[in-house]
């Protein structure tokens, strides 16, 4: 699996990590064996870079990967970068969420994902979303002390603005910045990748499949009760039918070339800019081995120009999140 690098001067991680996140919620039933069974094999392939968050399942996110990090030993919490996240607070079986950025939430926060990651630091905290009504410099400022204990390795900012990062950078380096990055939602294009490409920070791309649906292989009348999918709105209604479209152009961009839907999206993405990581999510061995190959995938600068084309913003119909889903985005 080739290589990048977290942030200036950081690790070395894999040009495609793994999002976890689907292992414990939001995209159907959990299954644990499964789960852990996608780890291992991400190993194998040379993923070394696990993305999740404490919200996730309300802890049990973490709590997997502990468990899968506890049976591998010291040798695998050496192989493996951990980043984890704070700030999103929500009521067990609810959507809707609040946000905190406070200095005591955050060292509680921390001190829980330590506990439940099983380790003694976290690689890169990441602050989840951001809460306006504190400054970024004290937010920062907490996360940097984190640092300086030793519990925390790099730090990042999720779903934060350009001038935000300019601010937060300042007080302490940000080692990454998380927010949703595909063919479908390219609003980190026109400022973000370039202040990122500037500072030496690493953009990681979320949702790099758009949430399955580039794939292809997903469609909203099979989701089960409960997935977040059903009320998204480029899911339902019309939103649906038109970005599908786009979806059988994309499908018929990849068979042309022998590849699947996911590694073309992906590949598109590594193709972008040399600072950006994709952590698809995947529960599954098979799906995990098909986005690994995407790390052979090179596409040319036509190819990334048709596809940039194929998914221009006036094309893609439906906001990315439910309103309740926008609380702390910038
Ligand atoms: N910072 C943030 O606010 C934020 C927000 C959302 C997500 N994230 C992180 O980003 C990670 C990835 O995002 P995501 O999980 O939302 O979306 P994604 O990676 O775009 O898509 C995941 C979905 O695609 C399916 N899938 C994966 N590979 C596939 C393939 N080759 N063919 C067909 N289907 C495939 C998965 O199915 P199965 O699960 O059934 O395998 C899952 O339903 C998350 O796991 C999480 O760690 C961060």
């Known amino acids: 699996m080739q290589q990048r690098t977290l942030g200036a001067g950081g690790p070395a991680i894999s040009a495609i990590g793994l999002g976890c996140m689907g292992m414990s919620e939001f995209y159907g039933a959990s299954d644990d064996p499964q789960s ?4 291992e094999r991400a190993l194998e392939l040379g993923i070394n870079f696990f ?33 984890s996240k704070f700030g999103i607070v929500r009521q067990p079986g609810k959507y809707e969420r609040r946000i905190d950025n406070s200095p005591a939430y955050i060292r509680s926060a921390c001190d829980a994902s330590l506990q439940r990651l099983g380790v003694e630091t976290i690689d890169l905290y990441y602050c989840h979303r951001r809460n306006p009504e504190v400054p ?19 730090i990042g900012l999720s779903e934060i603005s350009p001038d935000t990062l300019r601010r937060a950078h300042a007080v302490h380096p940000v080692a990454a910045v998380q927010s949703e990055y595909s063919l479908w939602s390219r609003d980190a294009e026109a400022a973000m990748l370039p202040t990122c490409a500037e500072l030496g ?4 791309a979320y949702s790099p499949l758009g949430r399955a649906f580039l794939t292809g292989a997903m469609h909203t009348e099979q989701l089960a009760e409960g997935d977040f999918r059903k009320h998204n709105p480029r899911f339902v209604g019309e939103a ?13 961009f990849a068979s042309a070339r022998g590849l699947t839907n996911a590694q073309v999206a992906l590949a598109w993405l590594l193709g972008k800019q040399p600072h950006v990581v994709p952590i698809p999510g995947t529960r599954r061995v098979a799906y995990l081995e098909q986005n690994a190959g995407a790390a052979e995938v090179l596409l040319n600068r036509e190819e990334i120009g048709e596809l940039d084309r194929m998914f221009a913003a006036e094309r893609v119909a439906g906001a990315r ?5 926008m609380a702390g985005i910038e």
């Open 36 to 39: 852990l069974a996608t780890l």
């Open 51 to 83: 993305d999740t968050a404490d919200t996730y399942g309300f802890g049990h996110n973490e709590s997997l990967l502990g468990a899968w990090l506890k049976a591998g030993g010291p040798a695998r919490r050496q192989q493996v970068v951990i980043a």
């Open 136 to 154: 970024i410099e004290e937010t920062v400022g907490a996360m940097a002390q984190l640092v300086h204990a030793g519990k925390v390795q790099q």
């Open 201 to 204: 920070i690493t953009f990681v």
């Open 240 to 252: 649906e039918i038109s970005n599908g479209q786009l979806v059988a152009e994309l499908g018929r």
């Open 321 to 325: 999140y439910p309103e309740a889903g």
